[in-house]
């Protein structure tokens, strides 16, 4: 029994307390009967040296096994080789992810030697070289395969380069910086090798450049061993291919190296993963948020072109270093820091060495305020390294060299543990231990270098050592990150919202609202009590008044912000959508303080909201598959009243996704303009299909075949926010019915329609007007196809030709659609064109539209529909030329504007430049009456002219908002008077 215990006792004496330890020493050749084998001594000192003997003698032993018949290099190899030793043992008793990488490549230890060790500056040849066969590059499975290889391999050479020391303190201890240095060089390296792979996989990849922008601590080269690396990818020419050469090449890495993340891009995860060069910078231009230019602090080109990347450097810097001047930045990034210490789990808040109290990132964030708050007049400071920034700001005098050498220090300290628990089994983690975890501190203690004193314990020094350090880390964050800048903080909104004095008062007049009282008022009503919901209004309210402040009306923003949350108090995503996203909050604040109309459809279509921080989703659904699912959701709807419900419902959404995507710029005016037309045609076919099965019923069969013609801005798919529908009801007999049964079943239907649709409601009218009809009022509603054909030919005048040219089928049969529309070409196309009669009669009409129809008072340089260079003025001219021309001119028979006028450019019937001052103007005429409608809420032809709506208007079509309003008036009438010259030569032929 005693000579069972004396072996362990003597294998203890070098740190061994695994009972197998005497057996795998024996194994190795390095143990007998009577202890230690002859000349192993400094072996087994080494080993006593690791951070964990037996972790590292039992991967020794597996090693041994799986070496076979190459054992006995190894062996004389950790007894003759100090550096070999040293750094072999030393990873194996840190990591078991680098034994079993070892174990599963048993000859890559050579790498460990002297004079094997790969250079960081050959990390990206080396990679590059694993992902080649000949002259061909691996792909799928087998690239990942190989890169995963040569990764991890180069990974445990920094590792076992970092950690050597330990084992065998004659051999060089590398900096911290050293080790972050080469771990961000060998990501960049992954980078490089994945987007090879990519390239080699993506069809086309020569359609596209792609570089990729290292964010983080990759950007800031002060990389862990295992962390997300966070990137930006920037795109030129095919950007799909970019996106899926970016797509690619993360999963590639992410299979064989590390995750890469792209949450840091413009809009975060919503946003597209890849935009050009410009795509961003409009982005950062005019929506990026304060956190944003504080994370492209560290951004640098690291794979892909270099050119590219290097512009997008040239492209941001300048705005990372203006940040600063934004309103409220620092209180910004101070409550950023605040919400994410929020987020920690209290039973962990004290061992998060990361996000915690007292961890890194209020280093981080420290740091990087001050260099974003002095930088802008000290290029000294614009380092991506939080270490050289520290540096830099003691050398500076902006901290005191003391504290900055503690701050150093203190982060050096819980950085080095980041990575030693992050290298045990490769596995993301920032957890200090548990404090009763005796086993689990000693190991981190003596990789940390950490020694034991004769009446502590290594895991007691590491714990108190911990507690230290993170303290001086608060302490000194507390005194850099707040002290130094109390008048940033005095001016906080939060405080000033907090206050019940006229400080609140002044504060909310500084920010330009007309009635603070009442603005308080609103604060107070929707952050009172102590419910979740008044707790994040509280957190919200800071930001959103700041935003609203931005806006033209930043007194209606709020009310309006008051009615939607106090409508929407019972949804239960509402708030958690602004908390969360806050590009909704930001893109919501603008459109509540710019328009009237939002908010009112924004209480009954609130799931508009969650798409306002997904650009891709507000401007990107196709018209076709909305008006597909408006018409499919009121077929499944049992009756006429609940299927016209389903279908104001969902144009409701549509009308205001349509809505808030124009005001934010996602949409254009063609775009704009077919997404309305194809929802009004979708409510009225899904009305008319639904009238057709309830007087079909009632009847007992269906005696007509009815279609509905759109005439106007339908027929032109060129609808405002407040056009009508102007359409024509055609009917023809069905089954055998006879002509009165088909019309009275018609007629009867298409009334129905006009009622149902045109009934109130809270939402823009569905007004359906059947005014262009033959005969106008005076005539029949619905008419048989004979009867339109004998009318045109014997009665039809010509200003019923010209509104015959933007006819086109919208809903019902479409053969008898067809049909009407094959009958009217020669009516509207006349064979020959027009006569020189005719021609005066349509200039005749139009001078008497232009004396009789605009209203009293209107400034006819205003007035978007008949004043000079208008809607009516362009539209009059195309319908002159199709009339006049289109007989012979293919191109012209569209009901387009835009596209005529095109036509009209491609055959010769105008000057180009003519044209273009046609379409601007046309343009600019569309969209300013569609703004001035979403700004009043109301449909409105005259734009205004003062006041805060001239103003929202003039924001909304991008003017500053220290911008004169009156200049958009100004460019208002400089184009629409180039257009009526225009006008003026062409209509009139003068």
Same mark, same amino acid.
């Given at each position: 029994?005693?000579?069972?215990?004396?072996?362990?006792?003597?294998?203890?004496?070098?740190?061994?307390?695994?009972?197998?330890?005497?057996?795998?020493?024996?194994?190795?050749?390095?143990?007998?009967?009577?202890?230690?084998?002859?000349?192993?001594?400094?072996?087994?000192?080494?080993?006593?040296?690791?951070?964990?003997?037996?972790?590292?003698?039992?991967?020794?032993?597996?090693?041994?096994?799986?070496?076979?018949?190459?054992?006995?290099?190894?062996?004389?190899?950790?007894?003759?080789?100090?550096?070999?030793?040293?750094?072999?043992?030393?990873?194996?008793?840190?990591?078991?992810?680098?034994?079993?990488?070892?174990?599963?490549?048993?000859?890559?230890?050579?790498?460990?030697?002297?004079?094997?060790?790969?250079?960081?500056?050959?990390?990206?040849?080396?990679?590059?070289?694993?992902?080649?066969?000949?002259?061909?590059?691996?792909?799928?499975?087998?690239?990942?395969?190989?890169?995963?290889?040569?990764?991890?391999?180069?990974?445990?050479?920094?590792?076992?380069?970092?950690?050597?020391?330990?084992?065998?303190?004659?051999?060089?201890?590398?900096?911290?910086?050293?080790?972050?240095?080469?771990?961000?060089?060998?990501?960049?390296?992954?980078?490089?090798?994945?987007?090879?792979?990519?390239?080699?996989?993506?069809?086309?990849?020569?359609?596209?450049?792609?570089?990729?922008?290292?964010?983080?601590?990759?950007?800031?080269?002060?990389?862990?061993?295992?962390?997300?690396?966070?990137?930006?990818?920037?795109?030129?020419?095919?950007?799909?291919?970019?996106?899926?050469?970016?797509?690619?090449?993360?999963?590639?890495?992410?299979?064989?190296?590390?995750?890469?993340?792209?949450?840091?891009?413009?809009?975060?995860?919503?946003?597209?993963?890849?935009?050009?060069?410009?795509?961003?910078?409009?982005?950062?231009?005019?929506?990026?948020?304060?956190?944003?230019?504080?994370?492209?602090?560290?951004?640098?080109?690291?794979?892909?072109?270099?050119?590219?990347?290097?512009?997008?450097?040239?492209?941001?810097?300048?705005?990372?270093?203006?940040?600063?001047?934004?309103?409220?930045?620092?209180?910004?990034?101070?409550?950023?820091?605040?919400?994410?210490?929020?987020?920690?789990?209290?039973?962990?808040?004290?061992?998060?060495?990361?996000?915690?109290?007292?961890?890194?990132?209020?280093?981080?964030?420290?740091?990087?305020?001050?260099?974003?708050?002095?930088?802008?007049?000290?290029?000294?400071?614009?380092?991506?390294?939080?270490?050289?920034?520290?540096?830099?700001?003691?050398?500076?005098?902006?901290?005191?060299?003391?504290?900055?050498?503690?701050?150093?220090?203190?982060?050096?300290?819980?950085?080095?543990?980041?990575?030693?628990?992050?290298?045990?089994?490769?596995?993301?983690?920032?957890?200090?231990?548990?404090?009763?975890?005796?086993?689990?501190?000693?190991?981190?203690?003596?990789?940390?270098?950490?020694?034991?004193?004769?009446?502590?314990?290594?895991?007691?020094?590491?714990?108190?050592?911990?507690?230290?350090?993170?303290?001086?880390?608060?302490?000194?964050?507390?005194?850099?990150?707040?002290?130094?800048?109390?008048?940033?903080?005095?001016?906080?909104?939060?405080?000033?919202?907090?206050?019940?004095?006229?400080?609140?008062?002044?504060?909310?007049?500084?920010?330009?609202?007309?009635?603070?009282?009442?603005?308080?008022?609103?604060?107070?009503?929707?952050?009172?009590?102590?419910?979740?919901?008044?707790?994040?209004?509280?957190?919200?309210?800071?930001?959103?008044?700041?935003?609203?402040?931005?806006?033209?009306?930043?007194?209606?923003?709020?009310?309006?912000?008051?009615?939607?949350?106090?409508?929407?108090?019972?949804?239960?995503?509402?708030?958690?959508?602004?908390?969360?996203?806050?590009?909704?909050?930001?893109?919501?604040?603008?459109?509540?303080?710019?328009?009237?109309?939002?908010?009112?459809?924004?209480?009954?279509?609130?799931?508009?909201?969650?798409?306002?921080?997904?650009?891709?989703?507000?401007?990107?659904? /196709?018209? =076709?598959?909305? +008006?597909?699912?408006? %018409? *499919? &959701?009121?077929?499944?709807?049992?009756?006429? @009243?609940? !299927? #016209?419900?389903?279908?104001?419902?969902?144009?409701?959404?549509?009308?205001?996704?349509?809505?808030?995507?124009?005001?934010?710029?996602?949409?254009?005016?063609?775009?704009?303009?077919?997404?309305?037309?194809?929802?009004?045609?979708?409510?009225?076919? /899904?009305? =008319?299909?639904? +009238?057709?099965?309830? %007087? *079909? &019923?009632?009847?007992?069969?269906?005696?007509? @075949?009815? !279609? #509905?013609?759109?005439?106007?801005?339908?027929?032109?798919?060129?609808?405002?926010?407040?056009?009508?529908?102007?359409?024509?009801?055609?009917?023809?007999t069905n089954n055998g019915a006879s002509d009165a049964d088909a019309l009275k079943f018609a007629t009867s239907v298409a009334e129905t329609v006009r009622q149902v649709l045109g009934a109130p409601t809270q939402d823009p009218a569905l007004e359906v007007d059947a005014n262009l009809r033959p005969e106008g009022r005076s005539g029949p509603l619905v008419r048989t196809l004979d009867s339109y054909r004998a009318y045109y030919a014997r009665w039809g005048e010509v200003w019923e030709a010209q509104a015959l040219l933007r006819a086109r089928f919208v809903a019902g049969d479409e053969g008898l659609g067809e049909q009407f529309i094959a009958d009217i070409d020669p009516v509207r196309y006349p064979k020959g064109g027009l006569d020189a009669t005719k021609v005066r009669e349509v200039r005749r009409i139009k001078a008497r539209v232009d004396t009789e129809r605009m209203p009293r008072g209107a400034d006819p340089t205003t007035h978007a529909k008949l004043g000079r260079g208008g809607l009516a003025d362009v539209e009059w001219t195309v319908q002159l030329m199709q009339l006049r021309h289109a007989h012979e001119v293919d191109a012209l028979r569209t009901p387009s504007t835009p596209a005529a006028l095109q036509a009209m450019a491609d055959a010769g019937l105008a000057d180009a430049e003519d044209i273009g001052s046609l379409l601007d103007s046309w343009l600019l005429a569309t969209r300013a009456r569609n703004v001035a409608m979403l700004v009043r809420g109301k449909a409105v032809d005259q734009l205004p002219t003062s006041g805060r709506e001239l103003a929202a208007v003039a924001r909304v079509f991008g003017y500053a908002a220290d911008d004169d309003p009156g200049e958009f008036l100004d460019a208002y009438r400089r184009t629409t008077r180039r257009a009526h010259a225009v006008v003026e030569r062409l209509f009139y032929e003068s």
């Amino acid at each position: 029994m005693v000579e069972s215990v004396r072996p362990r006792a003597s294998a203890a004496r070098f740190g061994f307390t695994d009972d197998r330890a005497e057996e795998h020493l024996r194994a190795a050749g390095w143990w007998n009967d009577t202890g230690p084998a002859e000349a192993v001594q400094h072996v087994l000192a080494a080993f006593s040296r690791a951070p964990d003997p037996d972790l590292a003698l039992r991967a020794v032993d597996r090693l041994r096994e799986a070496a076979q018949e190459g054992w006995p290099e190894l062996a004389d190899a950790i007894r003759d080789d100090a550096t070999l030793r040293g750094r072999l043992l030393a990873v194996l008793g840190t990591s078991t992810a680098v034994a079993d990488f070892l174990v599963g490549a048993p000859g890559e230890w050579r790498r460990l030697t002297a004079t094997a060790r790969t250079p960081v500056a050959d990390y990206s040849n080396v990679l590059l070289a694993a992902v080649q066969s000949g002259d061909q590059v691996l792909t799928g499975r087998d690239a990942e395969q190989a890169l995963r290889k040569a990764y991890r391999g180069l990974l445990m050479e920094i590792a076992a380069v970092d950690v050597g020391h330990l084992v065998e303190p004659g051999i060089d201890r590398p900096s911290f910086a050293e080790i972050t240095s080469a771990l961000t060089e060998l990501a960049d390296a992954s980078l490089r090798a994945g987007l090879v792979v990519a390239g080699q996989e993506v069809a086309s990849s020569a359609d596209a450049v792609l570089a990729v922008i290292a964010m983080g601590k990759c950007g800031g080269r002060e990389l862990n061993y295992v962390s997300d690396v966070d990137v930006v990818f920037v795109g030129e020419g095919d950007l799909q291919v970019a996106t899926r050469l970016a797509t690619t090449m993360m999963r590639v890495v992410g299979h064989a190296c590390f995750e890469v993340d792209a949450a840091l891009r413009p809009e975060g995860k919503a946003g597209a993963l890849v935009r050009t060069l410009e795509g961003h910078e409009a982005y950062y231009k005019k929506w990026a948020r304060t956190w944003e230019f504080q994370a492209l602090l560290k951004a640098r080109p690291a794979a892909g072109d270099a050119e590219l990347g290097r512009r997008y450097a040239e492209l941001v810097a300048p705005m990372v270093w203006s940040a600063a001047e934004r309103e409220n930045f620092v209180t910004d990034v101070q409550q950023m820091r605040r919400r994410v210490e929020r987020h920690v789990p209290s039973e962990i808040v004290d061992r998060e060495l990361k996000l915690g109290i007292g961890g890194l990132r209020d280093v981080e964030f420290a740091v990087q305020l001050l260099q974003l708050v002095h930088g802008r007049a000290d290029a000294e400071l614009r380092s991506a390294s939080t270490m050289e920034a520290l540096e830099a700001l003691g050398a500076g005098g902006y901290v005191g060299r003391a504290d900055a050498a503690e701050m150093r220090a203190s982060y050096e300290f819980l950085r080095t543990m980041e990575h030693r628990l992050q290298l045990r089994a490769l596995r993301r983690t920032h957890l200090f231990p548990e404090y009763e975890d005796t086993a689990q501190l000693r190991w981190l203690a003596r990789a940390s270098g950490v020694a034991p004193r004769r009446d502590r314990s290594e895991s007691d020094i590491l714990v108190a050592e911990f507690r230290r350090h993170a303290q001086r880390i608060r302490r000194l964050h507390e005194k850099l990150f707040y002290r130094p800048l109390l008048d940033a903080v005095a001016r906080v909104p939060t405080a000033a919202l907090r206050l019940t004095t006229s400080q609140a008062e002044s504060r909310l007049a500084a920010l330009g609202y007309a009635a603070p009282d009442g603005a308080l008022r609103h604060i107070q009503a929707l952050t009172s009590g102590v419910s979740r919901r008044a707790a994040i209004q509280q957190t919200l309210l800071p930001v959103l008044l700041d935003l609203l402040a931005d806006t033209t009306d930043p007194d209606g923003g709020l009310l309006a912000y008051r009615r939607v949350s106090e409508a929407l108090a019972d949804t239960p995503w509402y708030l958690r959508v602004l908390r969360d996203e806050a590009a909704v909050v930001e893109h919501l604040a603008f459109l509540l303080g710019t328009s009237r109309l939002v908010p009112d459809l924004l209480v009954r279509a609130p799931e508009v909201l969650q798409l306002l921080g997904e650009p891709e989703r507000l401007a990107g659904r /196709s018209p =076709l598959e909305v +008006a597909g699912s408006l %018409r *499919a &959701a009121a077929r499944r709807q049992p009756g006429l @009243k609940a !299927a #016209v419900a389903a279908a104001r419902s969902l144009r409701r959404h549509e009308l205001l996704r349509i809505a808030c995507a124009d005001l934010l710029g996602l949409l254009d005016v063609p775009a704009v303009c077919a997404a309305l037309s194809s929802v009004w045609g979708a409510v009225l076919q /899904s009305a =008319l299909a639904a +009238a057709i099965r309830q %007087r *079909a &019923a009632e009847v007992g069969g269906e005696p007509a @075949k009815i !279609a #509905v013609i759109g005439m106007g801005r339908l027929g032109g798919q060129e609808l405002g926010y407040g056009s009508d529908a102007d359409v024509l009801f055609v009917c023809d007999t069905n089954n055998g019915a006879s002509d009165a049964d088909a019309l009275k079943f018609a007629t009867s239907v298409a009334e129905t329609v006009r009622q149902v649709l045109g009934a109130p409601t809270q939402d823009p009218a569905l007004e359906v007007d059947a005014n262009l009809r033959p005969e106008g009022r005076s005539g029949p509603l619905v008419r048989t196809l004979d009867s339109y054909r004998a009318y045109y030919a014997r009665w039809g005048e010509v200003w019923e030709a010209q509104a015959l040219l933007r006819a086109r089928f919208v809903a019902g049969d479409e053969g008898l659609g067809e049909q009407f529309i094959a009958d009217i070409d020669p009516v509207r196309y006349p064979k020959g064109g027009l006569d020189a009669t005719k021609v005066r009669e349509v200039r005749r009409i139009k001078a008497r539209v232009d004396t009789e129809r605009m209203p009293r008072g209107a400034d006819p340089t205003t007035h978007a529909k008949l004043g000079r260079g208008g809607l009516a003025d362009v539209e009059w001219t195309v319908q002159l030329m199709q009339l006049r021309h289109a007989h012979e001119v293919d191109a012209l028979r569209t009901p387009s504007t835009p596209a005529a006028l095109q036509a009209m450019a491609d055959a010769g019937l105008a000057d180009a430049e003519d044209i273009g001052s046609l379409l601007d103007s046309w343009l600019l005429a569309t969209r300013a009456r569609n703004v001035a409608m979403l700004v009043r809420g109301k449909a409105v032809d005259q734009l205004p002219t003062s006041g805060r709506e001239l103003a929202a208007v003039a924001r909304v079509f991008g003017y500053a908002a220290d911008d004169d309003p009156g200049e958009f008036l100004d460019a208002y009438r400089r184009t629409t008077r180039r257009a009526h010259a225009v006008v003026e030569r062409l209509f009139y032929e003068s």
